[in-house]
């Protein structure tokens, strides 16, 4: 039989290639959590921040966050009611306790629980505890909220140790 080896070394790379992105994805069970999709949640949340994964926070926990926008954790981060209320419902749909969801993050958690800090759910707090304390405050961390700082495919909602 005779196959020639570029046709063959062209399969054999793609199929690598998508056995790596189904291997990082089914990792993905504890470290993996769908990005933000949603054009405007992206851009009104992702203008500051990360726009954190919504399966990271229980549907209670966005509903709270986005009724306190005028002191979101001390800054002012009022948007319009209509655009207030459809990221809402973006956040809730895909919240980590939405159906579908069932957020590995939200272990722990008692039932009825609005977290408003991803920092403070016992899986999040497990996972990070044996980060030193002045790492926090680096200057290119900043604080514990910069997840990319050390988990540089954040944005694509990976969050394995890089």
């Not at 056995?19 to 992702?46: I, S």
């Not at 403070?120 to 604080?143: Q, Y």
Request: net charge negative.
């Amino acid at each position: 039989m005779n196959i020639p080896l570029r046709p063959l070394a062209v399969t054999l790379v793609a199929l690598a290639a998508v056995a790596t992105l189904l291997g990082r994805a089914q990792a993905g069970d504890d470290e993996y959590f769908p990005p933000v999709t949603d054009k405007l949640t992206l851009q009104e949340c992702g203008s500051c921040h990360l726009a954190f994964p919504p399966s990271m926070l229980p549907a209670a926990s966005w509903k709270r966050m986005m009724g306190e926008l005028h002191d979101h954790f001390g800054d002012d981060a009022s948007v319009d009611a209509d655009t207030a209320a459809a990221i809402t419902r973006y956040l809730v749909r895909n919240a980590g306790d939405a159906p579908g969801h069932g957020s590995k993050l939200l272990r722990g958690l008692k039932p009825g629980e609005a977290p408003l800090r991803i920092t403070e759910l016992p899986k999040w707090v497990r996972e990070h505890r044996e980060v030193p304390k002045a790492d926090w405050t680096r200057k290119d961390v900043g604080s514990k909220a910069n997840c990319t700082a050390c988990h540089i495919d954040a944005a694509k909602g990976y969050f394995e140790d890089d």
